[in-house]
C-alpha cells in the first residue's frame, strides 16, 4: 500500500514568491490534514478535510495561505506571498475511519520550504 | 499556552538498558494520546496509543503508561535498540469527533551502542 505522498519535497524561494505544495492521500482515505512544523516544534495543525470539505481551518492564516481538496483526493497547499517566518516543514497527512479509533494518522515525509 | 509538553529535549541510553520518554499535558478532556516517531528527513510515524480510559498498552518492546490524575504519561522502550534513535513526539487528541492532534516538542532519543 503506497503512503502519503508529497511533493516537492524541497523548495527555495525568495519572499514575496507564491509556493504550492502537492499531497496525495493513502488510498481510501478522507480525512486529510495540512500540518505546519517549526524548527525544534511539534507539527501544528494548519487545516483538516473530511473529503473535500475543510472542516477546521481555524489555524490556516487566510490572510496568505489557501488550501484546496479537490474531488475528495488531491490536495494542494498555497502561499502567496511567502515571508522569511514561512520556512518550515509542511506535513500532510490521511487518516480513515478504521483509524480514527486510535487517532492514529499517516504523515507523508514533508515539503521542506526555505524563504530567503 | 502549550496543552502538551516533552520538558526533555533530548535523552541519551545505553544499548539493551531502557529507555523512558515523558510527557505532560493539561487539557483533561484528551481522549487519546499517542506517541510518534521520526527519522530525519522523514515524516512522523504512529508508534503507539492509549485511551484516556486505560493506564497501560504495550505493544512488543514499547509500553506507554497514562497516569490521569498527574495528567502524565510516558513511553518505556526496553531493551532499546540503536535503530531506536529518533525524535519522539507525543500527542494527544480532542474528543467528540475532533480529530485534532496537539503535539508536544520532541525528546531526540540517541541509543549509544
Known amino acids: 500500500e503506497a503512503g502519503v505522498v508529497q511533493s516537492p519535497r524541497y523548495k527555495i524561494i525568495e519572499k514575496k514568491q507564491p509556493v504550492a505544495f502537492w499531497c496525495n492521500p493513502i488510498s481510501g482515505h478522507n480525512t486529510l490534514y495540512w500540518y505546519l512544523q517549526n524548527l525544534g516544534q511539534g507539527p501544528e495543525l494548519l487545516i483538516r478535510y473530511e473529503n473535500e470539505e475543510a472542516v477546521d481551518d481555524s489555524q490556516l492564516p487566510k490572510d496568505r495561505f489557501s488550501a484546496e481538496r479537490l474531488k475528495g483526493v488531491d490536495s494542494t497547499l498555497k502561499i502567496q506571498p511567502a515571508e522569511l517566518g514561512d520556512s518550515a516543514v509542511y506535513l500532510c497527512?490521511?487518516?480513515?475511519?478504521?483509524?480514527?479509533?486510535?487517532?492514529?494518522?499517516?504523515f507523508g515525509e514533508g515539503s521542506r520550504l526555505t524563504v530567503l | 499556552d502549550q496543552q502538551v509538553k516533552q520538558n526533555s529535549p533530548s535523552l541519551s541510553v545505553q544499548e539493551g538498558r531502557i529507555s523512558i520518554l515523558n510527557c505532560d499535558y493539561t487539557?483533561?478532556?484528551?481522549?487519546?494520546f499517542l506517541w510518534y516517531k521520526k527519522y530525519p528527513a522523514e515524516g512522523p510515524t504512529f508508534l503507539i496509543s492509549i485511551s484516556s480510559i486505560k493506564d497501560k498498552n504495550e505493544d512488543g518492546r514499547f509500553t506507554v503508561f497514562l497516569n490521569k490524575s498527574a495528567k502524565h504519561l510516558s513511553l518505556h522502550i526496553v531493551p532499546s535498540q540503536p535503530g531506536d534513535s529518533a525524535v519522539y513526539f507525543c500527542a494527544a487528541r480532542e474528543p467528540f469527533g475532533n480529530e485534532k492532534l496537539t503535539f508536544g516538542t520532541g525528546t531526540r532519543l540517541t541509543i549509544i551502542p
Open positions: 497527512a490521511s487518516s480513515s475511519r478504521g483509524t480514527r479509533g486510535t487517532g492514529e494518522l499517516f
Open positions: 487539557n483533561s478532556m484528551f481522549d487519546y
